[in-house]
């Protein structure tokens, strides 16, 4: 049996205590976007790359803490 691989995107936008999420960077309004395409050209960006289901959940966990602390 060859093994399936599945590639999905999904992006999480937070502005102005709203969190947003995104299939495509195409279904990030445009404002939003240029602000996104500027931040991520910065030094200070990075790439998460998010192996499976559990990643997943484990990125949303560290969101919620963070949004807690505020």
Known sequence: MEPNTVRTS?????????TEVYRSLEQVP????????E???SRNSG???IADRRGRQEILKSLNRKGNEA
């Open 10 to 18: 999904t992006i999480l936008i937070s502005v102005g205590g709203r």
């Open 39 to 41: 931040t991520t050209a």
């Open 47 to 49: 790439t998460i790359l």
């Open 30 to 37: 445009k404002p939003l976007r240029r602000r996104l395409e």
